[in-house]
């Protein structure tokens, strides 16, 4: 299995943006996801990647202020957010599956490895 480690997150003001890492140990054969968890909600699909950067994929509350990528070069995924909300304060959690095909998954189940998350969060 992967190793992940996010960082990056933090206290930041309405608008304001934050970027995390989630670096990898290992090869870089795998999709990879950003996930989210709010106290008393369940985890929310944010975003995710193909092992190779060709497909990326949104959750409808961050399309269009998020971004993510990736640096195989160094094992590392990023999800670079923008205008931030106080609605985007959680957990922030990244995922890996080992998978070639190109293509992507918002399921969380389908996950490999998972790593600790880093805490963003929104003041208004």
């Known amino acids: 299995q992967v190793q992940l480690v996010e960082s990056g997150g933090g206290l930041v003001q309405a608008g304001g943006s934050l970027r995390l890492s989630c670096a990898a140990s290992?090869?870089?054969?795998?999709?990879m996801g950003w996930f989210r968890q709010a106290p008393g909600k369940e985890r929310e699909f944010v975003a995710a990647i193909s092992w190779n950067g060709g497909m990326t994929y949104y959750g409808d509350s961050v399309k269009g202020r998020f971004t993510i990528s990736r640096d195989n070069a160094k094992n590392t995924v990023y999800l670079q957010m923008n205008s931030l909300k106080p609605e985007d304060t959680a957990d922030y959690a990244c995922a890996a599956k080992w998978d070639l095909s190109g293509k992507v998954t918002t399921d969380p189940t389908e996950y490999d490895s998972w790593g600790q998350g880093t805490q963003v969060t929104v003041s208004s």
């Open positions: 290992g090869r870089t054969s795998y999709a």
